[in-house]
C-alpha cells in the first residue's frame, strides 16, 4: 500500500510559487494499478518521485507499506563509471537478490551484446534507458512506477519483450503511471486520477477520468 496524507510541495520559480500538490490524500492499494492523468508542466515527474522518496513533501505524510520501485528509467544509483554488468550485480546485492540471475536477465532483456560489459557512461541515450528498464523488472517490487510509460527506444525487439514484461507483471504486481496522454493509461492502470491545480481527483473507472480530463484540457 502506498499512502499520501495532507501532502502539499511547491517550487519557486523566480518570479512565482508553482503548486504542484495542495494538502492532498490518497491511497493505492495493491492489485489495483492506478493511472494518472496530468497536462504537460503539472508535475508528473515530481509526484513519481515522491511516491519513490526521491523527492520530499512540504507537508504531510507519504507512507510506503510495501516495496516501491525506483521511477523507470532513473539513472540514481547507477555509476556511469561501471558496466552494465558490474551495475547490475551491485544492485542486486543492495537488493538482496541473486546477483547471477540479475546479471543475466538484463543481459538477455537488454540485447546490447558486448557494450554489457563496457561503461555506461559510453552507452547511448537508449541504451541507457533500455538497461535502467531490465534493471527495474529484474528486481522484486510490490509497486512499479513509470513516468508517461516505457522507453520507446529504435529496437523492436527491446520494446517486445518488455512490453510483454510489463503486461505480466500487472497479473502479480501493481503499476503507477503518470502521463499526459490516456491511450497510455489503458495499456496498463485498472483504476485512475487526474492531476490538475494542485489537486488529484480520483475516479471508479478510466472512462470517467478521461472525460474530465479531455474537458479540461481542451476547454
Known amino acids: 500500500m502506498l499512502e499520501f496524507n495532507e501532502v502539499s510541495k511547491s517550487f519557486w520559480t523566480g518570479t512565482q510559487r508553482k503548486v504542484i ?7 493505492v492499494e495493491l492489485g489495483n494499478s492506478l493511472g494518472i492523468l496530468a497536462p504537460n508542466g503539472t508535475g508528473k515527474t515530481t509526484l513519481i518521485n515522491m511516491m519513490a522518496g526521491l523527492e520530499k513533501p512540504d507537508e504531510g505524510e507519504i507512507l510506503r507499506k510495501s516495496r516501491v520501485s525506483f521511477p523507470l528509467g532513473f539513472m540514481g544509483g547507477v555509476s556511469t563509471r561501471l558496466s552494465a554488468m558490474e551495475n547490475s550485480r551491485y544492485i542486486a546485492r543492495i537488493y538482496g537478490l541473486d546477483p547471477d540471475y540479475v546479471e543475466a536477465f538484463c543481459r538477455w532483456l537488454c540485447g546490447i551484446e558486448e557494450y554489457f560489459d563496457m561503461p555506461v557512461g559510453t552507452y547511448s541515450q537508449g541504451m541507457r534507458a533500455r538497461f535502467t528498464f531490465a534493471l527495474m523488472l529484474a528486481l522484486d517490487f510490490d509497486i512499479y512506477l513509470i513516468d508517461e510509460g516505457m522507453p520507446q527506444t529504435t529496437d523492436a525487439e527491446f520494446n517486445r519483450k518488455a512490453g510483454q514484461l510489463l503486461r505480466e507483471r500487472l497479473d ?13 493509461l489503458e495499456r496498463y492502470a485498472r483504476s485512475a486520477a487526474v492531476l490538475r491545480d494542485g489537486q ?8 470517467e477520468a478521461k472525460q474530465i480530463y479531455d474537458y479540461e484540457t481542451q476547454g
Open 200 to 207: 488529484l481527483t480520483m475516479f471508479d473507472t478510466l472512462e
Open 21 to 27: 500538490l495542495d494538502r492532498v490524500s490518497f491511497r
Open 172 to 184: 502479480k504486481t501493481t503499476v503507477i503511471i503518470v502521463s499526459h496522454q490516456p491511450a497510455t
